[in-house]
C-alpha cells in the first residue's frame, strides 16, 4: 500500500482522536478533530510526500505551523493544533526536526521576528510542489555576520539545515533573502523574489547545495558567492534578477544545469574567484552572459570533459573577458566566437590541473555523511509555476550601477576603455572581522595585541563612484592609511569561575585583562560601535555583564 493511502486511510477513519502514526521510522502525532477541513494544516497528499522524502532516514520530529489558525500559546505543534509561527517553532525545534509550513504569508504581522535562524540538523519545508509559491516568507531582520558585519536577512541557515518549497521575499533596506556561512545547507525548490539585495549569500567556507530554485526580480543579484566557498548550484532558474550569479574573492563553486536569462550580466567572475560551469544555459541577457575580471578564472571545460554550456542572444558578448588577466579554458561549449572578447582556449589541450583544482575536485568527491534528510528527487526546473500577482506587480527598488555598487559595503568601479569592456571588483570583507551572533567561534580582531594596544593598518575607503554624462564610471582611490582606527572593546566584568567557564566555552581566544583596576575578560574589538552594542546585548542575554571600552 501506498504511503498516500495509507496517510489517507488514517485521515478518513479517525474523528475526534489522537491517532499516532508510525512509517518508515518517522513518529507523527496527529491530532484530528471533526472540523478537520477546514483546520487542517496539511492535506493527506503533502504529508505523505513529507513522509517519502525522509525514508530511509533517522527518526524526525515533525512540528505543524499555520499562520492563521495556528497558536504559539495553546498549540502544541500537532498537525491539528498548529503553532502560529515560524520563529515559535525554530526556538522549540531540536535537530533532526522538521517543521511543516500551511499555505500563507509569515510576516512580522504574523508575528514572526527576523532574521529566522534554522538550527543544525532543522528543516523548514514549505510546499515543494509549486516551488512555494503559496508559501511566502516576508521579511527581515540584522543578522551579524562572520564575514560582512551587519546585513539586513530574512533567513539564516545553519549546519546541516535545509530550507524548501517557499517564497522568501526581503524588500528591506539592502534586504537578502537567505544567508548561507560556512556550513552545508540544502536549498531546494524555492522562490527567491523582490529581495532588495541578493536572493541568496554564500560567504565563508560553505558547502551547500542550491537546487531548482527560482530568483526573479531580485534587486542587485539572484546569489553572491564569496569568500572560500565551494556551493553546488545545480538546476536553478535566474531570470531578470539583476546580475544572475555573482562570484567573488576566492569562491569556487559548481555550476552546472542552470537556465541564466534576461537578467543585467548572466554570471559575474571577480578577484580570484575559480567556479566550474558545466551545462547552463547563458541567453538573452542585457549586457554580457559571462563578464570574467582580474584574476578570474572560470572553468568552462577541457577536452576531457567539455563544458556542454549554451550561450546565445546575449546583447553584447555571450563572453566578455576583456579585462581578464588569465586564459580561460573554454572546451566543449556551444557558442559563437564573433560573440567573444578577451583570451580563451577552446582546445582544453594545454590545461595543466593545479594543486588548486585537485583540491577542489577531492573536496567535490566527499559526501556529507552527516546529512541528515534525503534530498527530493530532482525535478526539471523548466517547469516552474507563475508567480502570483502580489509577487509581479511589486514596488521592488531599481537598482542603478551606483547602487549595486553598495554590494556588501564596497564599491565596483568599472574602467571602459571601450564599450566592449566592463569591469567589476569584487566586494571586500569588512575589516576587523565582525562576529556574528554564535559566539561558540569568536575570534580576536588581529589587529590588537594581547595588551590590548591598537596596531596601525590599511583602512578601505569606498566612494561612490562618480557617474558623468558620458555614462562611464571613473575610478577612486580604493584605500587610504590611517595611523589611527576607532576601535570599541568588549569587555565583560567576570564574578565567579562559573562565568570563566562560559566565557571560555563561547570563546577560545578571549583572554583577560586589568580594566580599571579589575580583572575583566577582552572577548573581542570592533570598528563599528553597533556591533559592539550587539555583542554587548547577546552577552547580556547570556547572564554576563559586559562593557564597551572605546579606543582612540
Known amino acids: 500500500m501506498s504511503l498516500e493511502k495509507i496517510v489517507n486511510i488514517l485521515f478518513q477513519s479517525v474523528n475526534g482522536s489522537v491517532y499516532p502514526l508510525t512509517v518508515v521510522g518517522i513518529s507523527v502525532i496527529c491530532l484530528l478533530g471533526s472540523n478537520s477541513h477546514s483546520s487542517r494544516a496539511q492535506t493527506p497528499r503533502r504529508v505523505a510526500q513529507i513522509i517519502k522524502n525522509h525514508q530511509n532516514t533517522h527518526p524526525a520530529n515533525l512540528f505543524f505551523v499555520h499562520p492563521h489558525i495556528g497558536n504559539d500559546s495553546t498549540g502544541n505543534g500537532t498537525e491539528n493544533a498548529p503553532w502560529q509561527t515560524i520563529t515559535h517553532a525554530l526556538n522549540n525545534a531540536t535537530s533532526n526536526s522538521i517543521i511543516i509550513l500551511a499555505d500563507g504569508t509569515y510576516s512580522t504581522q504574523s508575528g514572526e521576528v527576523f532574521p529566522l535562524i534554522v538550527k ?41 539545515s535545509r530550507v524548501s518549497g517557499v ?18 545547507s540544502i536549498v531546494q525548490e ?44 545545480r538546476e536553478n532558474v535566474f531570470q531578470d534578477t539583476g546580475f544572475g550569479i555573482n562570484i567573488i574573492a576566492n569562491a ?3 555550476i552546472t544545469g ?33 563578464v570574467v575580471i582580474a584574476q578570474g578564472r572560470p572553468d568552462l571545460g577541457s577536452s576531457n570533459d567539455p563544458g556542454r554550456n549554451l550561450f546565445k ?24 566566437t564573433n560573440r567573444i572578447r578577451g583570451k580563451l582556449d577552446f582546445s582544453g589541450v594545454n590545461r595543466a590541473k593545479s594543486q588548486v583544482d585537485s583540491q577542489r575536485q577531492e573536496k567535490r568527491n566527499i559526501s556529507p555523511s552527516k546529512q541528515t534528510f534525503q534530498q527530493p528527487n530532482n525535478r526539471s526546473s523548466n517547469q516552474l509555476p507563475p508567480l502570483p500577482n502580489s509577487v509581479i506587480n511589486s514596488n521592488l527598488e531599481q537598482y542603478s550601477p551606483q547602487k549595486q555598487a553598495q554590494l556588501f559595503g564596497t564599491n565596483i568601479n568599472s574602467t571602459q576603455n571601450d564599450t566592449g569592456v566592463i569591469e567589476f ?27 590590548g594596544e591598537v596596531e596601525t593598518y590599511q583602512t578601505y575607503e569606498n566612494p561612490d563612484p562618480v557617474v558623468r554624462n558620458t555614462g562611464k564610471i571613473e575610478n577612486f582611490p580604493r584605500y587610504r592609511v590611517s595611523r589611527t582606527i576607532p576601535r570599541y572593546r568588549v569587555l565583560v566584568l567576570v564574578n565567579n569561575q562559573q562565568q570563566m567557564q562560559l566565557l571560555s566555552d563561547l570563546s577560545k581566544d578571549a583572554f583577560p585583562r586589568v580594566w580599571r583596576g579589575q580583572q575583566v575578560i577582552q572577548v573581542a574589538v570592533f570598528s563599528n560601535s553597533d556591533n559592539a552594542r550587539s555583542m554587548m546585548m547577546n552577552l547580556a542575554n547570556r547572564g554576563l555583564q559586559a562593557v564597551i571600552e572605546p579606543v582612540n
Open 252 to 254: 569556487a563553486p559548481l
Open 425 to 451: 571588483v569584487a566586494p571586500q570583507a569588512r575589516k576587523p572581522t565582525n562576529l556574528s551572533q554564535d559566539l561558540g567561534t569568536i575570534k580576536p580582531n588581529s589587529n590588537v595585541k594581547n595588551n
Open 190 to 233: 524555492n522562490i527567491f523574489t523582490q529581495n532588495t539585495q541578493d536572493g541568496i549569500a554564500v560567504a565563508g567556507n560553505a558547502t551547500a547545495n542550491i537546487s531548482n530554485n527560482y530568483f526573479y526580480r531580485n534587486g542587485a543579484n539572484g546569489i553572491t558567492i564569496s569568500g572560500n566557498a565551494r556551493p553546488e548550484i
Open 258 to 290: 542552470n537556465k541564466i536569462k534576461s537578467n543585467r550580466s548572466g554570471v559575474i567572475v571577480q578577484a580570484n574567484s575559480t567556479p566550474i560551469l558545466r551545462g547552463n544555459t547563458i541567453e538573452n541577457n542585457r549586457e554580457d552572459g559571462l
Open 313 to 336: 542572444s546575449n546583447k553584447r558578448y555571450d563572453i566578455n573577458a576583456k579585462s581578464a588577466k588569465l586564459v580561460i579554458f573554454a572546451s566543449g561549449n556551444n557558442l559563437a
Open 120 to 160: 543544525p540538523g532543522v528543516a523548514i519545508q514549505g510546499n515543494i510542489t509549486n516551488k512555494g509559491k503559496s508559501v511566502i516568507i516576508h521579511g527581515g531582520g540584522q543578522y551579524l555576520s562572520r564575514s560582512f558585519g551587519s546585513q539586513n536577512v530574512a533567513i539564516v541557515t545553519k549546519d546541516q
Open 167 to 184: 517564497t522568501v521575499i526581503n524588500n528591506n533596506s539592502r534586504g537578502f533573502g537567505l544567508w548561507i556561512e560556512s556550513n552545508n
